[in-house]
């Protein structure tokens, strides 16, 4: 399932990170925070996280080719009376951080964690791409023209949420059927949407006065 953030919103977000020396892929987190924070309804979240895996002091590793991606777990603290930028700026200092273990593998971090074999760090993905397009793919003669293809993603976790920069913001969960129903995980989007928008238009907030409902869940109420 899938949404399309605004053009509007998606300029927002480009200004709101500059100026608070943000990072777009730090509001979308926080979105995601919040709505597992309500779900749970804990202050206190954890999520898997995509990391590039190609640290940028090792020669010659923009060049290697390959899958060499590697997802890490991130916790997060959800406190209602804190400002909203507080939670943003504290998601961007743990991705800076965890770039000294973009490297480091999931199943070592599993074994540290004190947590039972076979118990997983985390049952859901969340997965920015970013990843940028090689400028010869954009030459003036273009042999090869691919226009209209859908965007999909798939792992082994039950949740996958993917998002991808552009004029418009595109949001998707994948999931498994055997465990959500398609209207639990629209509602789901519906949620993080409403969230994501409302971090972008009162980001001086505090947390707890971010609403999460559409605006047909309030009418409905």
Do not use: C
Request: aromatic share 8%.
């Amino acid at each position: 399932l899938a949404t399309q953030l605004s053009e509007t919103d998606t300029q927002a977000l480009q200004t709101l990170s500059q100026r608070f020396q943000l990072t777009p892929n730090t509001f979308l987190q926080a979105a995601w925070a919040l709505m597992l924070a309500h779900y749970a309804r804990s202050h206190e979240v954890l999520f898997g996280v995509t990391v590039a895996g190609r640290p940028t002091d090792l020669p010659g590793v923009e060049t290697a080719l390959g899958l060499i991606i590697n997802s890490l777990p991130i916790r997060v603290q959800v406190r209602p009376d804190k400002p909203v930028l507080d939670i943003l700026r504290g998601l961007l200092y743990h991705n800076l951080e965890l770039r000294q273990y973009e490297y480091f593998p999931l199943v070592r971090i599993q074994a540290l964690s004190g947590l039972a074999r076979g118990q997983a760090l985390f049952q859901h993905l969340f997965v920015f791409e970013n990843a940028p397009v090689d400028p010869t793919l954009r030459g003036e003669r273009e042999v090869l023209n691919i226009v209209g293809a859908p965007h999909r993603s798939h792992s082994n976790y039950p949740l996958t949420a993917v998002f991808v920069p552009g004029p418009e913001f595109h949001l998707q969960i994948t999931y498994d059927v055997h465990r959500f129903e398609a209207g639990v995980v629209e509602r789901m989007l519906g949620h993080f949407r409403t969230l994501l928008e409302q971090l972008i238009r009162r980001p001086e907030a505090r947390l707890g006065a971010v609403p999460m409902l559409t605006s047909a869940e309030q009418r409905l109420i």
